[in-house]
C-alpha cells in the first residue's frame, strides 16, 4: 500500500465547495463526450481461439458469448443465490443531485456523492483489504506498472479473505457444477484479474483489477472505475467530481447502481455505471461468473428482483484470456 488513507464514522467530502478547489482536482468542464462505456478493444491472439470451449490456462474453461453453458435464467438464478449469501454492510449515505446525460456540459451536481459511510462498513475485512490495493497503480496507461513484493502480498491477502466469505465458495461450486472450473478459484482470480498487460501500448500498464475497480486515464479520457470505494477514495481527496445521474437501479439494503457522469484528475468519465454499497465479494463473483460463463457480451443477472446485465469483454495476452472490463449495464 503505497501511503494511506484513513477513513473515520463520517466522511466529510469537501462539504463547503462540492469536490472544486480539493487536493489535485484542476479543471471540472467536460468536452463533448460519447453517450455510452468507452470501447474496451479485445485483443485475440492469432493463433487460438480463446471464446469457444477450449482449455484456458489456469484451469478455467471459457464460452463464446453465443455458446453459454447457463441460460439466461439459471444465469439469474445463480446471481440471486450469490446475493442471498452475501453479508451485505450498512449502506453509505449519498446524495445522488441532478439528473445529466452523457453528452451534457454542465454541472447537475455541485455537491459531492458521498455524504457519510458507516465506519463499520469501510471495516469489513474485504472492504479493508480492497482498500489497501486502490494506491498501488499508476492512473496513466502510458506508464508502466511497477509492482512491489509488499503489493503482491496486499493482493494475496484480498484473495485470501475474498474466498473466505460464503459468496466466493459458492460461486466455486457453481462454477464446477457447469464445467467452467478446473482447480481453485482463488487461482483463476490471481490470472484473471491481477496479470499486468498492455493496453495498446509498450509498457505493462494494466490490468483487470487496476481498470474495472480502481480506474486509470487512457488519451485523456477515464477508462473503467467501476467501483465505490474507489470513487469515494477520490472523492474525498478532491480528484473527482461528481456531475449528476443518468440512471440508477435500487438494490435494496444490498446496495444500488448509480449511471453517472463525473470527472477525475481532470479528464472525463461521460457515461459510468457504479455499484454502490455493494461488497468487494459480490461484484467480483458477479463479475468472474459473467466473464466464464458468457463473455464479451451482455450477461442477463438479477438482485434483489432486479434484472440487469453485466457487460464483460476479455483481453488476451501472451496467450492468457485476462478481464478486460466489466461493468453493470442498467
Not at 135 to 149: C, G, S, V
Not at 262 to 281: A, H, N, R
Not at 301 to 325: P, R
Amino acid at each position: 500500500m503505497r501511503g494511506c488513507w484513513c477513513v473515520t464514522l463520517v466522511v466529510v467530502l469537501c462539504a463547503a465547495a462540492g469536490a472544486a478547489g480539493c487536493g489535485r482536482h484542476a479543471a471540472t468542464t467536460t468536452i463533448a463526450p460519447p453517450t455510452v462505456e468507452p470501447e474496451i478493444q479485445t485483443v485475440r491472439a492469432s493463433s487460438q481461439n480463446h471464446a469457444g470451449g477450449s482449455r484456458r490456462q489456469g484451469g478455467s474453461r471459457s464460452r463464446s458469448s453465443t455458446n453459454s453453458v447457463m441460460s439466461t435464467a439459471q444465469l439469474r438464478a445463480a446471481s440471486e443465490e450469490l446475493l442471498a449469501l452475501d453479508t451485505g454492510m450498512t449502506q453509505p449515505s449519498t446524495n445522488v443531485q441532478g439528473q445529466t446525460s452523457g453528452s451534457a456540459t454542465g454541472d447537475a451536481a455541485p455537491r459531492p456523492l458521498f455524504t457519510s459511510v458507516p465506519g463499520t462498513s469501510l471495516s469489513k475485512d474485504t472492504v479493508r483489504l480492497m482498500q489497501q490495493l486502490l494506491d498501488n497503480y499508476e492512473p496513466q496507461t502510458t506508464r508502466q506498472e511497477t509492482i512491489t513484493n509488499a503489493e503482491r502480498a496486499e493482493e494475496n491477502q484480498f484473495l485470501q479473505a475474498l474466498m473466505q466469505t460464503p459468496v466466493m465458495q459458492k460461486l466455486e461450486t457453481i462454477l464446477q457444477q457447469k464445467d467452467l472450473l478446473q482447480g481453485r478459484l482463488r487461482d483463476i482470480l490471481k490470472l484473471i484479474w491481477f496479470t499486468p498487460y498492455t493496453r495498446g501500448g509498450r509498457h505493462l500498464a494494466s490490468s483487470g483489477f487496476e481498470h474495472v475497480f480502481v480506474g486509470e486515464v487512457k488519451n485523456r479520457k477515464v477508462s473503467g472505475f467501476h467501483n465505490w470505494l474507489s470513487f469515494l477514495k477520490e472523492e474525498r481527496e478532491g480528484d473527482l467530481d461528481y456531475k449528476g445521474y443518468i440512471k440508477k437501479l435500487d438494490l435494496g439494503n444490498k446496495g444500488e447502481i448509480i449511471k453517472m457522469r463525473f470527472v477525475w484528475l481532470s479528464d472525463t468519465k461521460p457515461v459510468g455505471t457504479v455499484f454502490i454499497g455493494t461488497t468487494p465479494e459480490l461484484e467480483m463473483a458477479l463479475y468472474t461468473l459473467c466473464f466464464l460463463a458468457k463473455p464479451n457480451s451482455r450477461c442477463p443477472v438479477q438482485l434483489a428482483g432486479k434484472k440487469f446485465q453485466i457487460q464483460t469483454w476479455t483481453q488476451s495476452y501472451q496467450g492468457k484470456t485476462l478481464v478486460g472490463s466489466a461493468y453493470p449495464e442498467i
